[in-house]
Every structure is written in structure tokens, then in C-alpha cells.
């Protein structure tokens, strides 16, 4: 079964620091001639992208996350890490993992194709 499994999530306060992973399995092979992205969502908000790693190892980040938040992946272990830093109360959202079936990434929704379940961070103030 194709499909991606995020963790790390969790509760934090406000200038803390967490670590999300993401893990493919089946087909889906994390980097490999795709984009990967991390998107979030907030309660009562739209999904909306936080950074992306393309094919080439480009990565690109939102303007509320860029300088804080790095994204990074390890092809051997299949997985992909989002690394936030100075966390903000305005961070706190369900995180998903997404697949595109480009190698460039788009902030745009409709760009992915394979979504994990997300994993939920909380940062107190």
C-alpha cells in the first residue's frame, strides 16, 4: 500500500522547536524525480503550504515560515523532515505530508496527489 506517515508532532511553547517526519512506503519513494511538500491547517482556515523540496533538491518555503522552518530528506530511509525552529502560536495546525507527481513544487493544493494523515502541533503561548 502506497502511502505517507507523518509524526513528531506534539505541544510546545511559543520560541520551542519541533521535528516532523514524514515516511513513505510502497511505491512511493521520498525524492525520487517528485516534489515532496509539507502543507498545514489550521482550524476554520484553508490547507495551505508551508515548503516543498523538488526533485533537484531545491528547496522553497512560505514567507511566514521562511529563516525558521528547513526542510530536509534522507532517500535511504524514505523519509522527509521538517525542522521548525522559533515555533509561533500562529504555527499551530494539522501538518501533512504530500507527493507531487512533478519534480518542481507548487504551493497549489491540487499539485499533490498522495497525502499522509497529518500530524497535529500545538504551540502555547
Known amino acids: 500500500q502506497v502511502q505517507l506517515v507523518e509524526s513528531g508532532g506534539g505541544s510546545v511553547q511559543a520560541g520551542g522547536s519541533l521535528r516532523l517526519s514524514c515516511v513513505g512506503s510502497?511505491?512511493?519513494?521520498?525524492?525520487?524525480?517528485?516534489?515532496m511538500a509539507w502543507f498545514r491547517q489550521a482550524p476554520g482556515n484553508e490547507r495551505e503550504w508551508v515548503a516543498g523540496?523538488?526533485?533537484?533538491?531545491?528547496?522553497t518555503y512560505a514567507d511566514s515560515v521562511k529563516g525558521r522552518f528547513t526542510l530536509s530528506q534522507d532517500n535511504a530511509e524514505n523519509t522527509l523532515y521538517l525542522q521548525m525552529n522559533s515555533l509561533k502560536v500562529e504555527d499551530t495546525a494539522m501538518y501533512y505530508c504530500?507527493?507531487?507527481?512533478?519534480?518542481?513544487?507548487?504551493?497549489?493544493?491540487?499539485?499533490?496527489?498522495?497525502w499522509g494523515q497529518g500530524t497535529q502541533v500545538t504551540v502555547s503561548s
Open positions: 510502497g511505491s512511493i519513494a521520498v525524492g525520487s524525480r517528485r516534489c
Open positions: 504530500a507527493a507531487s507527481s512533478f519534480g518542481w513544487c507548487t504551493s497549489i493544493r491540487n499539485g499533490y496527489y498522495l
Open positions: 523540496i523538488s526533485s533537484r533538491g531545491i528547496t
